[in-house]
């Protein structure tokens, strides 16, 4: 069933979130925008809806769906005007439901891998849910890139955006407290791509969001990514064990295939059989950023495609970019361009703080107490 926003907003000004003026889909639209427009997607088994929603402002096209908060599409042109859709998705909700391996996802309420699915906090041990062999990951079995989110449409001056909402109860997953969840996606007039995540809680408990787009510059179901050249400003990287959990260690990039802090092609090094790339089937790491966690969003990353000219640029206020370079992706899915993704056929590009966090004192904490408000932003830049 749909969350009514009222239920929202007022239970995250109880806990001390700050009051929003949301937009009611009725303004016109910015100058240079095209105001969001709803249009029925599907219906879940029990008939619940879901709407996809499309936005347009300064050359960039997004589509975006109730389901999980799912990016369906990202249009941009290429160098010579030519527009493509640069995220890998479905076109039915079907497949959303049953196979996606959280393609353009919001994720909640902890992003990447929790050991065992276990941490404890405050003197409790609090059991996940587990869905990656032992480890939990992107939150458990049904995390919130698997809830419907109740959306709400906005224009402000000349940006166009949805502020999407979720409640996520107490024990939900296995997690304490009752999160009270606001991200928005707000496209700028210069077309930037924005992200500000905001939660709150009754009780004590970890937070971790970050969004699960599968990017190719050159078009979704074009192929390989390992011709795009990446930049990545982090010197160091968090190494994992056979299950893709941190070991502690801040390992350095320096002169081995994780050095990303001049730009080169994704293919170069994935191939050169350091242990690590071989236990995670390429690349699927945490990188610890130089700037660590700062006030506001500062670069941390680049991506570009030579043979379409698209670049992404991506700045944030975490300490840790995950890249993952599409391993799993195995030849049994069927994009929104009705062709098969292939292992390496896109790559992700997570914002976040690490993984494991609840059981790696070490590691920045991501604890949220009642009280406190999380929050935390991401812009996408798009260039050609």
């Not at 170069?268 to 506001?296: F, M, S």
């Not at 069927?334 to 914002?351: H, S």
Request: glycine share 12%; aromatic share 10%.
């Amino acid at each position: 069933m749909e969350l009514n926003r009222r239920t929202v907003i007022a239970g995250a000004a109880a806990a001390g979130l700050a009051a929003t003026t949301l937009g009611t889909g009725s303004a016109e639209a910015a100058p240079g925008g095209r105001k969001p427009v709803k249009e029925l997607f599907g219906k879940l088994a029990d008939g619940t809806k879901v709407h996809r929603w499309s936005l347009e402002n300064g050359g960039t096209r997004l589509k975006v769906l109730s389901w999980g908060g799912v990016v369906q599409s990202l249009e941009l042109p290429d160098r010579h005007g030519h527009y493509a859709n640069v995220s890998l998705g479905f076109d039915n909700i079907d497949d959303y439901v049953a196979k996606t391996p959280y393609f353009g996802a919001l994720i909640g309420r902890y992003g990447n891998r929790i050991g065992k699915g276990r941490f404890t906090l405050d003197g409790t041990a609090y059991q996940l849910s587990v869905n990656d062999g032992v480890n939990s990951l992107h939150g458990g079995t049904k995390g919130f890139d698997k809830r419907v989110w109740d959306v709400e449409p906005f224009t402000k001056g000349s940006d166009v955006g949805l502020h999407l909402y979720y409640v996520s109860i107490d024990g939900e997953m296995g997690y304490p407290g009752t999160l009270r969840t606001k991200v928005t996606y707000t496209l700028t007039r210069d077309g930037d791509w924005r992200i500000d995540y905001e939660a709150t809680t009754d009780k004590a408990t970890v937070v971790n969001l970050t969004s699960h787009v599968y990017w190719n510059l050159a078009g979704e179901g074009s192929g390989s990514i390992e011709n795009h050249e990446l930049a990545i400003a982090a010197s160091r990287y968090t190494p994992t064990d056979s299950g893709l959990i941190p070991t502690g260690e801040l390992a350095k990039v320096s002169g081995t295939p994780f050095d990303f802090r001049r730009a080169k092609a994704i293919g170069r090094d994935i191939r050169a059989a350091h242990p690590q790339q071989v236990t995670a089937k390429g690349y699927d790491h945490n990188w610890v950023l130089d700037k660590g966690i700062t006030a506001r969003p500062e670069h941390v990353a680049t991506l570009r495609d030579p043979s379409s000219g698209r670049t992404l640029s991506i700045a944030s206020d975490q300490p840790g970019l995950q890249f993952y370079s599409g391993n799993f992706l195995d030849g049994t899915l069927v994009g929104t361009g009705g062709r098969v993704y292939r292992q390496g056929d896109a790559l992700c590009l997570e914002t976040q703080h690490f993984p494991d966090s609840p059981n790696q004192p070490s590691f920045p904490s991501t604890v949220l107490r009642p009280g406190r408000t999380y929050r935390t932003s991401t812009v996408h830049s798009f260039g050609s």
